[in-house]
């Protein structure tokens, strides 16, 4: 999913990611939104979708993460998380409840429950209470989801935490399991800790979750890791990782990745990747798009933006058409070092 | 024309520019792409339209403006003009021989001639001194047009100088009317002389140039100068005004400009321009411009670009269609404030 953080997935019109791109679902910032319009502006609106023109998916974020990395002088307790505005050092409250209320204010399709983000590393005794607090505020979100809502035709999904500690994940993921939820996520990933210990923590939720429910995997990845984790059970994930990559100048090949400004490009008259189908590579070639970066011409990100996220979401598709065929290890075989 | 100095419109994807705007026509300038990334580098590319992938017509202009506004340390002698570059301190040369050369290695389809600009206010014998000169340049740059180059297809327009003084138009114009030019433009206007004395300038030029050939208005105009332009005999402008102050918030409308970050705005969920038919009007709001444009958004200026750039070219299809029906005085009278 690609992320459009303020209603906007930076450098690109809505119409060129439905047309060029084909991404069937967005994701957004609750934390964002409801600082900055705020969320009644986009209520107002008529909500998220009719705000940024975007007809398909939009999967909203509880303002979790943002409110644990972004916000100043947090105060955490059972009742939910009071902060200051990372813009102008307003006072917020945020709690389970009016996640909820935010999100549906914003008209999503997918929400996300309120969860406790915990850095890495984090001792064993620490992450379990703040799992434990996840997952009461989990329950709550859900309360306030099927008796609250207007809307019967949203979606919540709950989040698994545990840090890296498999017992802790298990117990949170049957904990939400009792929940029902339509889909379940996993968080607390990408969060400095090695791949293989993500890949462990992934399994490790994956035993729990019920395999008739979509699984998402929050925040993750680069583009060699994407098989390996639908390999492990996941359906969706979300990353800042091409489109922030591709602003700044890293792009993504299946012959790994490339940084435009380097002068070996200055004079290459071939497009970024001779295989890739996207607007920017069937029109343009390298050294217009290190002109333009070294320019530092808008033009460069939308292009570069264009670009990557067209070769995560044609990974994807090549992961589906590869379990289709039932070739999906061959794909994990052959897809290396794409990206790394 | 839209101006797309460094081999790109602000904002925009040629594609956009082509079916979105339907510009016909781009400026690019000749001083930023000589000096980056090289006009070898472009010609190697099979040319500006081959690089930067637009398929219309590219007017460029002879550098000039940009040596006599950006450069440093320039010296101006009979032969041309040594500065150092903007960008790093280099030290180039441009002479009138040179300019062409640049602009055909580029692969423009209407050339300029290089000329002194003055500033203003500049005195009389300054400013005739300076006339002359660039008359001379012109001359010297007809010659290398009509005998260096192997593309024939290619235009070459002569430029009037002469500050505000009308005399000096009219020589300056006399003069560069022998050079039988395929077009003429008038320079130095718009550097800061009262508007009425802009319209002077053109009017004594306009009285001296051939009806058969297109004049071009250099560096102009506000959305409500065009339609006086075009009555006093010009065929062609160019103007950073629509893209640049896009990008700056000041958003073109029919009824007068709107700054977008007003508060007034904030929840204001109608089009920047209600009668506007262009992709910003037919799918945004005010309160989402304004949004993208506080929170730094690029999908503002691309946005807001698109919308100016509409304005101004659908205000040019007014004006032929207005001048076909007979009814451009009408035009003029009811075209009052708009942009001011």
Redesign the interface.
Same mark, same amino acid.
């Given at each position: 999913m690609p992320v459009g953080t303020?209603?906007?997935v930076? /450098?690109? %019109?809505?119409?060129q990611l439905e047309k060029e791109i084909n991404a069937r679902i967005l994701l957004a910032n609750t934390y *964002?939104l409801w600082l =900055?319009?705020g969320a009644a %502006?986009i209520r +107002? $609106? /008529?909500g998220l979708h009719s &705000?940024? =023109?975007w007809p398909r998916a939009i999967l909203t974020d509880s303002g979790g993460y943002q409110v644990f990395s972004l916000a100043h002088l947090r105060k955490v307790s059972e009742d939910g998380v009071e902060f200051r505005s990372h813009l102008d050092g307003s006072l917020h409250f945020l709690s389970p409840e009016k996640a909820i209320d935010i999100q549906r204010a914003l008209g999503s399709d997918i929400m996300m429950v309120l969860d406790e983000c915990t850095p890495y590393p984090v001792d064993a005794a620490p992450a379990r209470e703040s799992m434990r607090l996840s997952a009461r505020w989990a329950e709550r979100s859900f309360g306030r989801w099927r008796t609250g809502g207007p809307e019967p035709a949203d979606m919540l999904f709950a989040i698994v935490q545990g840090s890296t500690y498999t017992d802790l994940r298990r117990e949170c993921a049957r904990r939400l399991v009792d929940l029902g939820a339509p889909g379940y996520a996993i968080g607390g990933l990408s969060v400095g800790e090695p791949r293989e210990l993500s890949y462990d923590m992934v399994a490790a939720c994956e035993a729990e979750l019920p395999r008739c429910r979509p699984r998402y995997a929050m925040g993750v990845g680069m583009p060699a890791e994407l098989g390996r984790y639908v390999a492990l059970g996941i359906d969706m994930m979300d990353c800042v990782l091409p489109t922030r990559n591709a602003r700044n100048g890293c792009l993504f090949t299946r012959a790994g990745k490339i940084m435009i400004k380097n002068a070996a490009h200055?004079?290459s *008259?071939v497009p970024v990747d001779e295989r890739c189908q996207c607007?920017a590579c069937r029109? &343009?070639?390298r $050294?217009?798009l =290190? *002109?333009?970066f #070294?320019?530092r +011409?808008? #033009?460069y990100? %939308? #292009?570069a933006t264009m670009h990557n996220l067209w070769l995560y979401l044609d990974t994807m598709r090549r992961i589906r058409e590869a379990i289709i065929a039932g070739t999906l290890p061959d794909f994990l075989r052959q897809s290396g070092p794409s990206g790394d």
């Open positions: 303020q209603a906007t930076k /450098g690109l %019109t809505p119409r *964002h =900055r319009p %502006t +107002e $609106a /008529g &705000f940024m =023109r200055a004079r *008259h607007y029109n &343009f070639t $050294a217009y =290190r *002109h333009l #070294l320019a +011409e808008m #033009l990100s %939308t #292009l």
